[in-house]
């Protein structure tokens, strides 16, 4: 499975984005996907993921009320809507596959897409 994102930008506090992320191959309807992010000097952080039925979503605590992770199986394609973006959310956001459903932790993932950058100005 290869994943192509895309969809950062600049944009003000308060703005909001959707980055989304094409993956190629047959199976994705058969992985669970998710979003994370790295912000510079800091670890890669969990952002939201979802089931490969998208019937179960889940995000982090920072981003709960804000953010919308969907999919398109039709489409190859998974989202993630940004609405009230806040300078803290800043970052390289990266998507990623895991086979099965998936978790909130990085290690679980089987394969990444090259990232795409959300710079959020105050």
């Known amino acids: 499975v290869q994943l192509q994102a895309s969809g950062g930008g600049l944009v003000q506090a308060g703005g909001s984005l959707r980055l989304s992320c094409v993956a190629s191959?047959?199976?994705?309807?058969?992985?669970?996907m998710g979003w994370f992010r790295q912000a510079p000097g800091k670890e890669r952080e969990f952002v939201a993921r979802?089931?490969?039925?998208?019937?179960?979503?889940y995000y982090a605590e920072s981003v709960r009320g804000r953010f919308t992770i969907s999919r398109d199986n039709a489409m190859n394609t998974v989202y993630l809507q940004m609405n009230d973006l806040k300078p803290e959310d800043t970052a390289v956001y990266y998507c990623?596959?895991?086979w099965g459903i998936g978790s909130i932790a990085a290690n679980t993932y089987d394969y990444w897409g090259q990232g795409t950058l959300v710079t959020v100005s105050s």
């Open positions: 191959g047959r199976t994705f309807s058969s992985y669970g």
């Open positions: 979802i089931t490969w039925t998208g019937s179960y979503t």
């Open positions: 990623a596959a895991a």
